[in-house]
């Protein structure tokens, strides 16, 4: 069965560092989505992107964050300077198409940082 | 804006006991109702999803309808298992917009006992 892939699974650093994340979602998927989830809540969607371009990133803290996702197949999150608020679970999602869908969206095993 | 709200962990059982974990929403429309599941050091599964009111999503032995009148999608599961122990998410991708976002509540913990 087809999984989305993430790396890596856990990332230590420290404040003012910068940190990448990479994404891989399943084959063929349009729409890709990354949610942050802090220890005890609910993922939170930081961007989504359908195909290369990005259709939401409302919650995406541009001072610091960015994320792209250049030939619309796997995509990489940022963040620079990294802040001891940025720890948390980075979580990529994917979706067959995304607009107006309102699909199930597959997750991977998301990449735990730690910033000290 | 669109939210849910879930019933606040941990919740404890024993083998074989009934399970209701409830879940309500705000939102505008008729937003998809989703349960997604995480183990430990794991990412978020699906477990089951409703599309439209009255719906009752189903998938190794929990189930949830899509109740409109109350805006609410309560899982429910007969007889847990030790291996159900896990945190368990309600979502809604709302009605509005053309892109299918997830809304997440802040999640249940269910810890299963033998």
């Known amino acids: 069965e087809a999984e989305v892939a993430q790396s890596p699974r856990y990332k230590i650093t420290e404040k003012s560092q910068a940190v990448a994340f990479w994404c891989d979602p399943i084959s063929g998927h349009a729409t890709l989505y990354w949610y942050r989830q802090i220890l005890g809540q609910g993922p939170e969607l930081l961007v989504q992107?359908?195909?290369?371009?990005?259709?939401?990133d409302s919650q995406l803290p541009k001072d610091r964050f960015s994320a792209e996702r250049l030939k619309g197949v796997d995509s990489t999150l940022k963040i620079q300077p990294a802040e001891l608020g940025d720890s948390a679970m980075y979580l990529c999602?994917?979706?067959?198409?995304?607009?107006?869908?309102?699909?199930?969206?597959?997750f991977g095993p998301g990449t735990r940082l730690l910033v000290l | 804006g669109d939210s849910v709200t879930q019933m606040e962990g941990p919740v404890t059982l024993s083998e074989e006991a009934f399970l209701t974990i409830n879940c309500t929403y705000t939102?505008?429309?008729?937003?998809?109702l989703f349960w997604y599941v995480q183990y430990p050091g794991e990412g978020l599964q699906l477990l089951l999803k409703a599309t439209k009111a009255d719906d009752k999503g189903s998938n190794k032995g929990f189930e949830a309808t899509y109740r409109k009148e109350t805006t609410s999608f309560h899982l429910e599961k007969g007889s847990v298992q030790v291996s159900d122990s896990a945190v368990y998410f309600c979502?809604?991708?709302?009605?509005?917009?053309?892109?299918?976002?997830?809304?997440f509540g802040a999640g249940t913990r269910l810890a299963v006992h033998p």
């Open positions: 999602a994917s979706s067959p198409l995304g607009q107006g869908a309102r699909e199930t969206q597959y």
């Open positions: 992107f359908q195909d290369e371009s990005v259709v939401d």
């Open positions: 939102a505008t429309g008729y937003p998809s």
């Open positions: 979502a809604l991708a709302p009605s509005a917009g053309g892109y299918n976002k997830l809304i």
